[in-house]
């Protein structure tokens, strides 16, 4: 394990100076001096908070995850049903540059199990077993105030939109040029998909 941490700040910032080269350049070029200097510390306080590269992006990894949250829960306030998933996968869309970003960090550690094994040994808690709990949750919300028929398995529904999620997200591939034409996919696609689930809901 990595010795005890003296100054937590440090710590955050190492992680959140990797997350940026990790947006910009992939795991595999994101080396330990590249973050030192992104950081602007020395090599010797990344080997200092962390053990090794693997636990440094373990750490990139849950940042990113809390960043998605975070958008997540500012979106939503106290929206509840459909209209708290609608609010909830835009937040979570590539619709601008901030959120894609997000989208290229998860997109760079893509069949990175070894990195999403440890963020869920340590317990990393925003990630996709987070979202999927949500989602079910409150797509039974939309079920028992009637936005839904009763015959709609929530879990069933979680999966389907998790799945559109995820493609339109790896549409961009990390893109900038692509975020435009995604975008206005993104929110059609969204659209059309809750009025196939309820055509008497009207986004807010």
Same mark, same amino acid.
Do not use: C
């Given at each position: ?9 440090c710590?955050?910032r190492?992680?959140a ?6 947006a910009?350049?992939? @795991?595999? /070029?994101t080396t =330990?001096?590249a973050?030192?200097?992104?950081? %602007? ?7 200092h908070?962390f053990?090794d590269?693997?636990? *440094?992006m373990?750490? =990139?990894?849950?940042?990113n995850?809390?960043?998605? #949250?975070? $958008?997540? *829960?500012a979106? =939503?306030?106290?929206? #509840?049903g459909?209209?708290a998933?609608r ?14 970003? #997000?989208w290229?960090?998860?997109?760079a ?5 070894a990195a ?6 340590e !317990?990393? !808690?925003a ?9 079910t $949750?409150v797509?039974?919300?939309? @079920?028992a105030? %009637?936005?839904l028929?009763?015959? =709609?398995?929530?879990?069933h529904?979680?999966d ?5 999620? !995820?493609g339109? %997200?790896?549409l961009?591939g !990390?893109?900038?040029? *692509?975020l %435009?034409q995604?975008a206005?996919?993104? $929110?059609?696609?969204l /659209?059309d998909?809750l009025a $196939?689930?309820s055509?008497a809901?009207?986004?807010?």
């Open positions: 394990m990595a010795r005890r941490t003296r100054d937590p700040e710590r955050r190492l992680t100076g990797a997350w940026r080269l990790v910009r350049h992939g @795991v595999e /070029a =330990v001096r973050i030192a200097a992104e950081a %602007g510390v020395s090599t010797g306080s990344v080997t908070y053990e590269k693997a636990e *440094l373990s750490s =990139v990894l849950r940042y995850n809390r960043l998605a #949250t975070e $958008q997540v *829960l979106a =939503v306030s106290d929206a #509840t459909l209209e998933v609010r909830g996968v835009e937040a979570l869309l590539p619709l601008d540059e901030a959120r894609l970003r #997000t290229t960090v998860w997109l550690f893509w069949g990175d199990r999403h094994e440890l963020t869920a040994k !317990g990393g !808690g990630g996709y077993g987070a979202l999927t709990g949500w989602l $949750q797509f039974a919300d939309a @079920v105030a %009637g936005e028929p009763s015959t =709609v398995d929530p879990r529904e979680t389907r939109m998790l799945v559109l999620l !995820g339109l %997200g790896l961009t !990390g893109s900038p040029a *692509l %435009g995604v206005r996919l993104s $929110q059609r696609m /659209a998909h $196939q689930l055509p809901y009207v986004a807010g």
